[in-house]
């Protein structure tokens, strides 16, 4: 499939997990794409993975902090002038923090607010005049399936994407006359750099389940689709394959709604 040939995307958390799936995916079907990361590392093992999947040649990568108001102005400028325009964004960089809600500090609240909600509101912000003068934007943001489900220690990531949830419903109200379109993503039960301590990128090391934590409370966070692995969490490919989806033409007629990926685990 190629249903992105002659198709400029810009991609935040390029570095890793589903953001660094989402732009292998988009490349391999032709896109010309723009990968966005705070992190220089992981920037450079996604040109690796396009170099060895014979990509290279239509990816670029740059350094952004979407937490960052003027990080953001210049990284969605040079992004455009390299692209020449703009059709789809997609908003795949954030944190995941965890913490009894009675300890969470004001400044854990701020910054996972900041990365998560803020951060996704000045990228698309930016990239508006853009994508509106494509004629066929996009804008796909990530939610979470703790935005309407109940995880544990998790108050302010799902505040932050509830928060993603309801700005993308407003979104595609005020701009469908114009031609753009926006959905979000509601993934759960996915292996990522997110949900991975180890994660490469700065912004994205692993949820940090407090040490005292009632275990017993995840016990209903379990996926009933056998993934690739056996039972368990699946890949960002997983997600990577509904985003293109979103983001193309075959996505034509969605808008102002969340896809939940999580193989069944809330159902």
Do not use: C
């Not at 794409?33 to 705070?38: E, I, L, N, P, Y």
């Not at 692209?83 to 809600?101: C, K, M, P, Y």
């Amino acid at each position: 499939m190629n249903r992105f040939e002659g198709r400029r995307v810009l991609i935040t958390g390029a570095g890793s997990g589903i953001g660094q799936a989402t732009v292998r995916r988009i490349l391999a079907e032709g896109g010309l794409v723009v990968g966005a990361d705070v992190a220089e590392t992981g920037l450079a093992a996604t040109r690796e993975l396009a170099a060895a999947d014979g990509t290279d040649g239509r990816l670029t990568t740059l350094t952004v902090d979407i937490g960052d108001e003027a990080s953001v102005l210049a990284g969605v400028a040079q992004a455009v002038g390299t692209l020449g325009g703009l059709d789809a964004l997609v908003n795949a960089a954030g944190i995941l923090r965890s913490e009894h809600t009675d300890r969470t500090s004001l400044d854990l609240w701020n910054t996972i607010l900041r990365v998560n909600l803020t951060g996704t509101f000045l990228m698309t912000r930016e990239a508006l005049p853009e994508l509106l003068a494509s004629g066929r934007g996009v804008v796909v943001n990530f939610s979470s399936t703790s935005a309407s489900f109940a995880h544990p220690y998790m108050a302010a990531y799902a505040a932050s994407k509830g928060g993603v949830q309801s700005f993308t419903h407003s979104l595609a109200v005020e701009y469908a006359q114009q031609g753009l379109r926006a959905v979000s993503v509601a993934p759960g039960s996915i292996s990522s750099g997110m949900t991975d301590a180890s994660g490469s990128s700065g912004q994205n090391r692993g949820p940090g389940i407090p040490a005292d934590a009632d275990m017993s409370l995840f016990a209903k966070l379990s996926p009933a689709l056998r993934s690739g692995n056996g039972y368990g969490f699946a890949g960002p490919e997983a997600v990577a394959g509904v985003v293109a989806m979103l983001a193309s033409d075959d996505g034509a007629f969605v808008t102002g709604t969340e896809i939940r990926i999580d193989g069944g685990t809330h159902a």
